[in-house]
């Protein structure tokens, strides 16, 4: 049964998206794309890959396109289902842009200059451009434009949805019309995956990254080249503070996490062997039959291509109408277009 909002009576509207910077890794898949998988039966959703947003940082045509592609493939091998969510490309709605500029003329630049993310970025010594500056503004225009309820992310893009509901509200209230819906964040049971580094696991620190779908022999060489003390085998060890235990947690039953629980805390249990039965369970979890269905698709891409251009048909008309309301209000569309 779809879960409806008690007011409208319309089904849940979920929206969210993933940059195409790089292959998806265990954090975007327990702190995201999981749930985005898990939500399609439970209303209606529109996924998206953010390829306008990945352009703040990729200046390469033939990257960006394959990272598009690679990410498409990776949600349906994983089981997005076309028949019950959208699954396209931001870019195949350019009036997503537009929307930007126009909210952009009713944000204050405290909001920007607030953004954690920014903030993050320029203490890691990146130069900004001014798209990465106004990308929640740009990311707020894509949920906005969806009329969307709910925005099932990771912990980190909390704020950008916070400020995308105050962006709506600056919006309706200037305008004196409420034009756009107040979106709300939803958080996975696991919105914040640890890095194979020890800090958040992330596409833009590529040492961090435990990819899901990469082949077999590169995902055991990056377990095998996670960084331990020099405890042994029989040396007591906290497990919370250990990357192998702690996304070992994510994949294990908690037969099997309570095992290497207790392997660590009361010794036993060597940092190899941990290794090793974190890398077997993503086989188990990740290989079979999606890496199969992974294959296939990279056989297939017209396959992907014709879900990305089918969706976004779809979400093409949403995005139409709220605009429609957008020209309304704003003055920016000539009298005679009623
Ligand atoms: P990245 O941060 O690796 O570049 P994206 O920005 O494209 O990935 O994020 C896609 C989705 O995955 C977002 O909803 C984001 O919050 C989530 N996500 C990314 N990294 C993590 C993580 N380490 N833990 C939980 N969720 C994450
Ligand atoms: N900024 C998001 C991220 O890096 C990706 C994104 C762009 C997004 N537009 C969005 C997520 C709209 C949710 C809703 O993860």
Known sequence: MAESSTTTRQPMRYLSGVQSSGRLH?????????????????????????????????????????????IAADYLALGLDPQHALLFRQSDIPAVTELSWILSSVTGMGLLERAHSYKDKLTKGIVPNVGLFTYPILMAADILIYQSDKVPVGMDQVQHVEMARDIAGYFNQQFQKTVFKLPETLLSSTPKVVGLTGGKMSKSDDKSV?????????????????????????????????????????????????????GFEHGGLGYGEAKQRLFLKMEEIFGGSIRTRRAELEKHPDWV????????????????????????????RSWKIK
């Open 210 to 262: 435990l990819p899901i779908l990469g082949d077999s022999s590169e995902i055991k060489k990056r377990i095998m080249s996670i960084v331990t003390d020099s405890k042994g085998v029989h040396d007591p060890k906290d497990p919370d503070q250990n990357p192998i235990f702690l996304l070992y947690q994510l994949l294990a039953t908690p037969v099997e996490v309570q095992e290497m629980r207790a």
């Open 26 to 70: 265990l954090g975007n898949y327990f702190g995201a794309v999981q749930h985005h998988i898990n939500l399609q039966t439970q209303g209606e959703c529109l996924y998206f890959i953010a390829n306008y947003h990945s352009l703040t940082t990729i200046h390469d045509g033939e990257q960006l396109r394959k990272f598009t592609f690679d």
């Open 305 to 332: 291509e014709d879900v990305l251009v089918e969706s976004a048909k779809k979400a093409d008309l949403i995005a139409r109408a709220t605009m429609e309301q957008v020209y309304q209000v704003t003055g920016l």
